[in-house]
Structure formats: structure tokens, C-alpha cells
């Protein structure tokens, strides 16, 4: 075993920490946070001193605003403090050794002083810098959360297939150039082919509310039969069963989603609110909370909204759309409005009760996200070795 693999196991294995080895004193607390700070800052290090392939245009305004800087040099200096702080705390040195080098590894490479020294070769950029803040942003705003208002008190951060889910995060934050442009292809041959000026031009000029109001309404139809369909025809249903195959709901499990499902869903969902033409503003505030409430719906949270879940998707909602029972079964579509579900027959949200486990009976998706990827395909490994040929 070589040392890397080795430290590897050693630091998966203190990150999963049972309850007794990471309450509060163990130098867990600190030595998580610092590891998180500390690769953050290494990695948005790497950033800046290649920004030609590891920044996201779309992010340039925040990128080069004086707080960015400030806020890297504050979370090098905090990674170095609390990974200090978990070494002197924790008898194992793994976690806080981890993050005491990554932030120094940042402060060799420049800091938040760097510079750009690697030159851009092509026009293809990977969104790391989107995966570091968008990780930092959902993960400080959820997991506290989730750790006061759990609906499974039990569930450990570092849950069960947590690395699985994370990756997911991470190829989607990657590969946001790409999915983007990919994205707005059918819209675009809509507009090409029927340009709608009257109608457009109608549309957004309307108040912003209202328009905000009817982009959540026209994408979760179109996202409700999209999603439908996915349910319904067994080819489609493969690629659409690994987003199913999550056991643990919370807020990364939204992540788990195949390449080509994130495709098809957001390149048929942002026809209506391109092709129409609402304004730009109202556009990026939708898929703003569109992330949020999608991030939201998935989370470990026991929140209950009596009058308000009647009206729109709760947690309670989608967790029974992923729900193991056999009356969770193709229902509860909707992302935002389960008045579709109730006009179209699959409504499902039985008074209090919550799903008692979640995932697929069978559980016939292999684990991780190589197989995952190439289970919609056919041949994909199951978890028992053998070789899958049919769903
Ligand atoms: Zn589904
Ligand atoms: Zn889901």
C-alpha cells in the first residue's frame, strides 16, 4: 500500500469518525473545518494562477472584487488556525496535518497575492472556481441546518456514499462551460427559427414579480413532464435511476445526477423562459433559487409547513418522491408547484408520515460514478460483481 493510498484511508477514516470520536473538544470540529478551508483556499490559489482554464467567466465580478482576495486570505489564515488548533486537540494528526499543508502548500504558490503564471491555451475553461465557492456557499448554509433541524438526527455529514455525491458536485461545477453552452442549443434553434418579437417584447416588459412568478410556473410544467417521462420509459428511466439510487437524502444527494440528465432536463426547462423572452434579471434570480430550492428539497430537514406544503414542494414532498415504499412509486414530480402532480393524478403526501428509506427496491445502480455513468448503456457492474444486462 503506498503511503498516499494509505494517508488516504487514514483521513476518509477520521472524517467518518463515529459519534464518540468527534464531539465537541476532539479537535474534529476544527480539524474538518480546516481541512475544508485549507483545500479551498489551495484550490482557489490554483485558480488564479491559472485562470485561463480553472475560472468561470461568469464569475469574473466576484473573482475580481476586493472581498474575493480578502476572503481567500481570511480562509488560509483560518484553515492554517483551526487545523493548528484539531493537532494540538486530536490524537490523530491526520486531519489537522492535512489542512496545516494544504494552506501552506496555497501561501508557497502566492496566496491571495497570486498572479496569473500559467498561460491560457484554450478557450475551454473548467469551473473550479464555481465548485469552490458554490461547495463553500451550500455547504455553510445548509449544514448548519440540517445539524439543528434534522429530519434524520442520526445522519453523519459524511454519510454513506458521501464521496460519490460530492463528485457529482464537482463534475457539474467543472463542466459548467460546457453544459451551459450545450444547454441553450434547443432554445436557441427555437428563437432562429420563430424569432416571437411581438410576444417577447410583451413578456418582458412585464413586472418583474409577475415574470419571476411565471418562469417557476412554466419550467416546472415542462420539468414536471420531462421528469414523467423519465419515469415512464425504461431506456430514459436508466439514466434518470441513478438521481434514484441515493440511499441518504440531504443536501448533496440532489447532486447525484447523470451527465445526460442534467442535459436533457435543463436544455428542455429553459426553453419556455428563453424562447419567450423574459428579462435577463428575472432569468438569473429563477435559476438562483431554482439551485436553492432544488438543494432545499433534497435536504436532511424535518421542517413542516402545514399550510404552505399544500401549495409548494416541501422536503416531506420530495422525499417521498424518492421514498423506497411501494406507494412512493411515480409520484410527486413537481420541484416546485404540487399542483401539477394533483391536476395530473400523481400526487402522494400522506398526513405526518415521512418514507422510511429511500433509493430503489434492488438497489440495481452499481456505486460510483464511472459505472453509474455508463449504467444507462448497459454492462454496468452491479455492487455484487456480477454483470448487469437488463433493468
Ligand atoms: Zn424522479
Ligand atoms: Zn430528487
Redesign the pocket.
Known amino acids: 500500500m503506498s503511503p498516499l493510498h494509505d494517508a488516504r484511508l487514514k483521513l476518509r477514516a477520521e472524517l467518518e469518525a463515529p459519534p464518540a470520536f468527534r464531539r465537541f473538544g476532539s479537535g474534529w470540529l476544527s480539524g474538518v473545518l480546516g481541512l475544508v478551508l485549507g483545500l479551498a483556499g489551495f484550490l482557489l490559489v490554483l485558480t488564479l494562477r491559472a485562470p485561463g482554464t480553472f475560472t468561470t467567466p461568469e464569475m469574473r465580478g466576484l473573482r475580481d472584487g476586493a472581498w474575493f482576495r480578502f476572503g481567500l486570505h481570511f480562509a488560509l489564515l483560518a484553515g492554517f488556525g483551526c487545523s493548528a488548533i484539531s493537532m494540538v486537540l486530536r490524537k490523530g494528526k491526520i486531519l489537522g496535518g492535512s489542512g496545516v499543508a494544504l494552506a501552506l502548500l496555497a501561501v508557497l504558490l502566492g496566496g491571495s497575492e497570486s498572479t496569473e503564471a500559467v498561460p491560457d491555451p484554450t478557450a475551454l475553461t473548467f469551473g473550479l472556481d464555481f465548485f469552490v465557492l458554490r461547495l463553500l456557499f451550500t455547504g455553510f448554509l445548509f449544514i448548519p441546518l440540517e445539524r439543528l433541524f434534522a429530519h434524520r438526527g442520526e445522519q453523519h455529514i459524511f454519510r454513506t456514499e458521501w464521496r460519490e455525491d460530492l463528485f457529482y458536485f464537482l463534475v457539474s461545477s467543472l463542466m459548467v462551460q460546457i453544459l451551459t453552452f450545450l444547454t441553450f442549443g434547443p432554445a436557441s434553434s427555437i428563437l432562429l427559427i420563430a424569432p416571437l418579437t411581438g410576444l417577447r417584447a410583451w413578456v418582458g416588459g412585464l413586472p418583474m414579480v409577475v415574470q419571476f412568478v411565471a418562469i417557476m410556473f412554466l419550467t416546472d410544467l415542462v420539468q414536471y413532464w420531462v421528469h414523467r417521462t423519465f419515469h415512464r420509459i425504461p431506456w430514459l428511466w436508466k439514466f434518470h435511476a441513478v ?2 439510487s ?1 440511499q441518504t ?1 440531504d443536501w448533496m ?2 447532486a447525484r ?1 447523470h451527465f445526460f440528465e442534467i442535459l436533457a432536463l435543463r436544455s428542455t426547462t429553459v426553453i419556455p423562459m428563453f424562447v419567450l423572452g423574459f428579462n435577463p434579471n428575472a432569468v438569473n434570480a429563477y435559476i438562483f433559487v431554482v439551485y436553492l430550492y ?1 438543494t432545499f ?2 435536504a436532511n430537514l424535518n421542517w413542516r409547513f402545514p399550510v404552505i406544503e399544500k401549495l409548494l414542494v416541501t422536503p416531506r414532498f ?1 422525499h417521498w ?2 421514498g423506497i415504499e411501494k406507494e412512493a412509486v411515480d409520484v410527486n414530480f413537481a ?1 416546485h408547484f404540487p399542483l401539477y402532480d394533483k391536476l395530473f393524478g400523481t400526487y402522494f403526501l400522506p398526513e405526518e408520515k415521512w418514507p422510511g428509506g429511500y433509493g430503489i427496491p434492488g438497489n440495481p445502480v452499481p456505486k460510483g460514478y464511472v459505472e453509474q455513468f455508463k449504467y444507462p448503456f448497459g454492462g454496468g457492474k452491479r455492487t455484487d460483481g456480477s454483470t448487469e444486462k437488463e433493468a
Open positions: 438521481h434514484h441515493a437524502m444527494a440532489g445526477m432544488s428539497v433534497h420530495h418522491h424518492h420541484i
